[in-house]
């Protein structure tokens, strides 16, 4: 089943402490149905000393959000919308906006015979 977000998307967070704030879509872990988003839901994170880190102490690093408290942006408003999924005349997969405007190409469709 294709995924309303994918890795890159800007995104809007609609629950949770960060609610309101939008970011870019790092990583998105399909088995979890979670998203991580940059610069937002940062934990400490204690580290010992290390060649890469030979202070160690405190580092601030970003967790997980669950994927259904997040809304793609989209470009015409700039706000947080859902997603519809349609196929154009060529066959394509689009995810569309459900004001109407294309947020991306999800996956070709299988064509039928």
């Known amino acids: 089943m294709a995924s309303h977000i994918k890795k890159g998307d800007m995104v809007q967070v609609i629950a949770g402490d960060n609610k309101g704030k939008t970011g870019k879509i790092m990583k998105?872990?399909?088995?979890?149905?979670?998203?991580?988003?940059?610069?937002?839901?940062?934990?400490y994170k204690h580290v010992r000393p290390s060649q890469k880190n030979p202070?160690?102490?405190?580092?601030?690093?970003?967790?997980?959000?669950?994927?259904?408290?997040?809304?793609?942006?989209?470009?015409?408003?700039?706000?947080?919308?859902?997603?519809?999924?349609?196929?154009?005349?060529?066959?394509?997969?689009k995810r569309v906006a459900v004001?109407?405007?294309?947020?991306?190409v999800v996956a070709k469709a299988k064509k039928k015979k």
């Open 55 to 93: 202070q160690g102490g405190r580092i601030r690093v970003e967790q997980p959000i669950h994927m259904s408290n997040v809304l793609p942006v989209s470009n015409k408003t700039g706000k947080g919308t859902r997603v519809r999924f349609s196929i154009d005349a060529k066959g394509v997969k």
């Open 28 to 43: 998105v872990i399909k088995d979890k149905d979670r998203v991580v988003v940059e610069k937002l839901n940062l934990v």
């Open 99 to 104: 004001d109407g405007s294309e947020i991306g």
